[in-house]
């Protein structure tokens, strides 16, 4: 064995491999320089004024399906060496960005050789895929665009015509698809209106119709939204008071499933804006700050009725970085050990919440793409390509649910909510629901 995977190695053999001949992959993961040969490359916060909904009660744990994924990034990375450590942890969904404008550089011209590859490679392991579309090429933006910043198309069509086309070729194979990532936050969403919920639902309404044509089982997952604390309704949105506006707009006729954004910052997952006794004193102000503030999407959500739109979280994550990317200075208080606690009781307690059906932990390999970036800092490998505590307290955990039948396994195929046609378009009434004092 080559010296530089020996540290690995005894690694797993002290604490995976105890429970099953287990996490297998971390035995061909190099660290260091070693990989580069291998490469090809309350209070709520917004004092919201809507129903109280009393915290779920915690029952024993039984066999149910939950979905257990992971973010990552496998275009242009070491697809095989990847994809066997997400299934060597025993996570179920793999959560893949899909960049139009990589796809469908121009009209009509597909590139299929990449996405082809990670279909492939996700679904012969049995693994439930979740396609994040994000992305829009130059030909279908407005004139006058930013090109720092991603943005929705100038006519939503050019995105259903590529969506029927995407889900007809990957139909039974890519199981869901989560229209857009963070439209409330200029960044992704950089238009003449700004980042206008009333124009994503308008967006979101186009996806969800040429989906449903080519893959009609396909789930479709409305974006999660920034939690931002840093709303100015500019550049970036408040994500409860944009989600009641699309709420609003008819928004819940065009997905099967909610989906959450959450930032846990420097707070375990049982913490919360509303209660004493707080762990860490810095980032408390705002629900946005706890891992917990999938209470707050829920109030809106009940607010306007809609109470059986189940919920995956997809996005969760702690930051551990020191020192701290600008704008992040809570991951410099977070320990590797503090994350991985973090991640698991997180775990387990929206395991244990009946209306979150998922929890997508953000990220598995960001750091080794963009080492600088804040995303580094939520990663479960480190830039060299060692393994974060983390990833091998998730592997156990799941070894352990596993051998014990506590966590019951969540295949795509078994799961998937049947649908087929378009859901009747429901009206809501708009409770008057004040989002800001």
């Not at 697809?79 to 796809?103: C, E, S």
């Not at 967006?203 to 893959?215: D, F, H, T």
């Not at 999660?224 to 819940?252: C, H, N, R, W």
């Not at 810095?282 to 607010?303: D, L, P």
Request: hydrophobic share 45%; aromatic share 10%; proline share 7%.
């Amino acid at each position: 064995m080559p010296s530089a995977l020996k540290p690995v190695a005894m690694m797993i053999g002290l604490r995976v491999l105890a429970l099953v001949a287990g996490v297998f992959f971390l035995a061909v993961w190099p660290s260091g320089a070693a990989q580069a040969s291998m490469l090809d490359g309350g209070g709520d916060r917004r004092g919201a004024s809507v129903p109280d909904l009393q915290p779920a009660e915690v029952e024993a744990i039984t066999p149910r399906p939950f979905g257990y994924g992971i973010t990552v990034d496998l275009v242009d990375q070491p697809l095989t060496q990847l994809m066997n450590g997400v299934a060597g942890m025993h996570l179920n969904w793999v959560r893949q960005p899909v960049h139009w404008g990589q796809v469908e550089p121009a009209p009509g011209l597909y590139d299929w050789s990449q996405l082809d590859s990670i279909v492939d490679s996700v679904h012969v392991r049995g693994l439930g895929l979740l396609a994040v579309i994000v992305g829009t090429p130059e030909w279908a933006r407005p004139a006058g665009f930013n090109e720092a910043h991603d943005g929705p198309p100038a006519d939503p069509n050019t995105l259903g015509g590529f969506l029927a086309v995407l889900s007809s070729r990957y139909a039974g194979r890519i199981d869901a698809y989560q229209i857009w990532q963070d439209p409330n936050i200029i960044a992704n969403w950089d238009s003449a209106t700004g980042p206008s919920a009333e124009d994503y639902v308008r967006l979101l309404s186009v996806a969800y119709l040429a989906i449903k044509a080519g893959s009609p089982d396909a789930q479709v997952i409305s974006a999660g939204l920034d939690p931002t604390a840093a709303a100015d309704g500019l550049a970036a949105v408040d994500d409860l008071e944009y989600l009641s506006i699309m709420y609003q707009a008819g928004f819940s006729a065009w997905c099967n499933v909610v989906g959450v954004h959450l930032n846990g910052t420097s707070h375990p997952p049982s913490d919360y804006v509303d209660e004493a006794g707080h762990t860490s004193s810095a980032f408390e102000s705002e629900s946005s700050f706890f891992f917990r503030h999938y209470e707050a999407v829920r109030r809106v959500m009940v607010a306007y009725g809609d109470e059986e739109t189940p919920v995956w979280l997809t996005q969760v994550g702690w930051a551990s970085l020191s020192p701290a990317p600008t704008g992040y200075a809570y991951a410099a208080d977070v320990t590797e050990e503090q994350q991985a606690d973090y991640l698991i009781q997180a775990f387990r307690i929206a395991e244990q919440i009946p209306y979150i059906h998922a929890m997508m932990v953000d990220n598995f390999n960001l750091s080794t793409i963009s080492p600088s970036s804040p995303a580094a800092g939520f990663s479960l490998i480190r830039s060299d390509w060692t393994a974060r505590p983390a990833l091998l307290r998730l592997a156990q955990m799941r070894q352990e649910q596993i051998l014990s039948s506590a966590g019951a396994s969540y295949s795509s195929a078994r799961n998937r909510a049947p649908q087929s046609g378009v859901k009747p378009y429901l009206r809501h009434s708009s409770p008057e629901v004040t989002l800001r004092e």
